[in-house]
């Protein structure tokens, strides 16, 4: 069965410092992955996505993610952050080819301070 | 462009009443998804329709629930009778893809959430 791990329910950050947000998964198969952000009172949004062809994966805002089969892991990363990048985020995972059933993480909530 | 839009954004109701939550996906995207989000469960998949019929309703909790998609651009989440353990966000997402999920960009587009509140 797929699933993913978000470590840290709650992540807090200097604004212009280095955000690093955890994610692993568990797939008996090649997985598709992604990450999705959910502003305040607002659905979810897509940020990135791998599926399987590079590795490092850029998305929006100046987001992005490695994928890394040796440690199961998708980690988010972003270099400098901005007060608007405070929100949630979620890692989700599904089967290759397979866009139908999205198993999203806990989330994690991002706070960022002057 | 209109993205999805989901109504009401706001319901209260009392246990026992009947809630209708309504979803237009974007024009043009054939499959469609309803999610739960709470903060004990996260977030769930109830059921996922494409070209109107459901595909999988395996995450629809009980028989209290229904879903409905009868054309291509409007589809309804039914809860009767309603019951305050249901209270949650509800999510519509939409995208193109086939039933399979073999194609596709991967890409769900989510509404803002219809927020439900059973006393």
């Known amino acids: 069965a797929q699933s993913v791990t978000q470590l840290g329910s709650h992540v807090s950050v200097s604004e212009g410092a280095l955000v690093l947000l955890r994610c692993n998964y568990s797939s008996s198969v090649p997985p598709y992955l992604f990450w999705y952000v959910q502003y305040p009172n607002q659905g979810l949004q897509l940020l990135l996505k791998?599926?399987?062809?590079?590795?490092l994966v850029k998305g929006i805002n100046g987001f992005e993610a490695e994928f890394k089969k040796s440690e199961t892991s998708f980690h988010l990363t972003k270099p400098s952050a901005h007060m608007s990048d405070a929100a949630e985020y979620f890692c989700?995972?599904?089967?290759?080819?397979?866009?139908?059933?999205?198993?999203f993480g806990a989330g994690t909530r991002l706070a960022v301070h002057p | 462009d209109a993205g999805v839009i989901q109504s009401p954004r706001h319901e209260v109701t009392e246990m026992g009443q009947e809630v209708t939550l309504r979803c237009k996906p974007i024009s043009g995207h054939n499959s469609l998804f309803w999610y739960r989000q709470t903060m004990m469960r996260g977030l769930e998949l109830l059921i996922y329709?494409?070209?109107?019929?459901?595909?999988?309703d395996s995450g629809m909790p009980e028989d209290r629930f229904s879903a409905k998609m009868p054309n291509a651009s409007f589809s309804t989440l039914k809860i009767q009778p309603s019951e305050p353990r249901d209270s949650a966000v509800y999510f519509c997402a939409s995208t193109l893809g086939s039933a399979s999920g073999q194609s596709g960009t991967g890409e769900l587009f989510f509404g803002e959430g219809s927020r439900l509140t059973v006393l």
């Open positions: 329709f494409n070209n109107n019929v459901p595909i999988d």
């Open positions: 989700a995972v599904t089967l290759s080819g397979g866009y139908n059933k999205l198993i």
């Open positions: 791998y599926t399987s062809a590079a590795t």
